[in-house]
């Protein structure tokens, strides 16, 4: 519960001390099973890799409504998707800035920042666009639930993969809008910050989106923004009563 921007702590008084390390913590058995129903109301992720089969996922004690009472506020992700150049940066960017200036903690999870280290490894084909989106959509979700707003701005140009992040979120029942930032061929070429148009174009680069590698616009996006009819202003307008709708939902739960 937010108090004139203040966390106020439960019934007044201040938190009780937790368990010592390594002891059970709040009705949880030493194994780290939860007794109480609602001790933490977070679905627990599905666990389908070969390469860590003795893995269990470690469950808090904090619920999720506990800590996203105690923040004021929901989590949620927001995936831009868009061709390269169409906008998609400069608007995350800009809601970032909304919100973290209204007081509500937000990151923006940049496609090429990502690539300078989690990222790194992975090239530009099919596979490992795919990975790329994957493992982004697991830090989109961690981020989620922490009760920050992941803003997520990737080119993430096939469809199955957007809908495996979407996917993703759902089975959390975390919110998840998909905002495709719209903006022509075209006027993608003429911005080019980067020139890497330019150089496709003049045959020095292979597998850019939108000239030798496919774009699947989205079908059913939660959003359409325009970036080249429609102000940054409005467009963060528009995000933000989006994100507003889906987490008043999410809470209502």
């Not at 999720?64 to 998609?88: C, Y």
């Not at 990502?114 to 697991?138: I, K, M, P, S, Y």
């Not at 996917?167 to 495709?180: G, T």
């Amino acid at each position: 519960m937010l108090t004139n921007g203040k966390v106020a702590t439960r019934n007044g008084k201040h938190p009780q001390q937790g368990p010592p390390i390594g002891a059970p913590a709040n009705g949880a058995t030493a194994g780290g099973d939860p007794v109480e129903a609602g001790v933490a109301d977070c679905p627990t992720p599905k666990h389908t890799s070969p390469h860590s089969p003795n893995v269990k996922w470690q469950r808090s004690a904090l619920s999720r409504r506990e800590r996203w009472e105690a923040l004021g506020h929901a989590g949620a992700t927001i995936w831009f998707t868009g061709l390269p150049a169409a906008g998609k940066s400069t608007i995350a960017g800009a809601v970032e800035e909304h919100l973290v200036g209204g007081g509500r903690p937000a990151f923006l999870l940049d496609g090429d920042n990502l690539r300078h280290g989690l990222n790194g490894d992975l090239g530009f084909g099919e596979e490992a666009r795919t990975e790329n989106v994957r493992r982004t959509a697991h830090v989109a979700r961690l981020l989620a639930e922490s009760g920050t707003i992941a803003l997520v701005s990737l080119v993430s140009p096939y469809a199955h993969d957007r809908e495996e992040a979407a996917a993703l979120h759902r089975s959390a029942d975390l919110p998840f809008i998909e905002v495709f930032v719209s903006a022509p061929l075209s006027l993608c070429e003429q911005r080019d910050p980067k020139g890497l148009y330019a150089r496709a174009r003049a045959g020095e680069l292979s597998g850019l989106t939108g000239i030798d590698a496919p774009y699947e616009a989205p079908l059913h996006p939660d959003l359409v923004l325009h970036s080249g009819t429609e102000s940054i202003e409005d467009a963060v307008e528009r995000v933000s009563l989006a994100l507003h709708a889906a987490c008043a939902s999410a809470l209502a739960v």
